[in-house]
T-cell receptor, first 119, second 112 residues
Framework: GAGVSQSPRYKVAKRGQDVALRCDPISGHVSLFWYQQALGQGPEFLTYFQNEAQLDKSGLPSDRFFAERPEGSVSTLKIQRTQQEDSAVYLC?????????????????FGAGSRLTVL | KNQVEQSPQSLIILEGKNCTLQCNYTVSPFSNLRWYKQDTGRGPVSLTIMTFSENTKSNGRYTATLDADTKQSSLHITASQLSDSASYICVVSAGYGNKLVFGAGTILRVKS
């Protein structure tokens, strides 16, 4: 597609409910990132995929958070037993190059985000 | 600890005026510095990317500077327009590039 598409745009969940957020990156993009952006803050890194391989998941805040990209394109971020502190915008970004590649700084294209509100 | 600090936190200017946003960072090892514009309800959009050897880079009315010695960057916006109203986020890439450290952003509001 023309850009990074995320769905749903808005999700309201009751505390304890499981949610799944989807990211459709730009076709052919190797790298895919998930970020969490709290209100009034900059995005914070959650996890990074290079194709289907999850190379870095150091930013995932707890074992309730799980991300996958089984075929190296679409990715899903799953949050189990949601808590109020999980309320945030979840941003997905993709880039053509692999992170840290010899071609230098890779430009990330961000989706519009999925806003999660946990009641 | 890798950190990116931005100032001011928010800014209101009149249409047509210039403004400068500041970014200080303590990120090591430094790879590159990026400025993003984030409209409300949208994902960030890249304005500029600068590596260690670049001191300045322009993108239309946006000019970014980088002083790698003092670990400071600025984003200068010339002849502001109402559409410039957004959050401007400074992002520093650490190490091999998959660790981006984001600042909290400067919220700019341009008034007519």
């Amino acid at each position: 597609g023309a850009g990074v598409s995320q769905s749903p745009r808005y999700k309201v969940a009751k505390r304890g409910q499981d949610v799944a957020l989807r990211c459709d990156p730009i076709s052919g993009h190797v790298s895919l990132f998930w970020y969490q952006q709290a209100l009034g803050q900059g995005p914070e890194f959650l996890t990074y995929f290079q194709n289907e391989a999850q190379l870095d998941k150091s930013g995932l805040p707890s074992d309730r958070f799980f991300a996958e990209r089984p075929e190296g394109s679409v990715s899903t971020l799953k949050i189990q037993r949601t808590q109020q502190e999980d309320s945030a915008v979840y941003l997905c970004a993709s880039s053509l190059l692999r992170a840290g590649g010899a071609k230098g700084a890779n430009v990330l294209t961000f989706g519009a985000g999925s806003r999660l509100t946990v009641l | 600890k890798n950190q990116v600090e931005q100032s001011p936190q928010s800014l209101i200017i009149l249409e047509g005026k210039n403004c400068t946003l500041q970014c200080n960072y303590t990120v090591s090892p430094f790879s590159n510095l990026r400025w993003y514009k984030q409209d409300t309800g949208r994902g960030p959009v890249s304005l500029t990317i600068m590596t260690f050897s670049e001191n300045t880079k322009s993108n239309g009315r946006y000019t970014a500077t980088l002083d790698a010695d003092t670990k400071q960057s600025s984003l200068h916006i010339t002849a502001s327009q109402l559409s410039d109203s957004a959050s401007y986020i400074c992002v520093v890439s650490a190490g091999y590039g998959n660790k981006l450290v984001f600042g909290a952003g400067t919220i700019l509001r341009v008034k007519s």
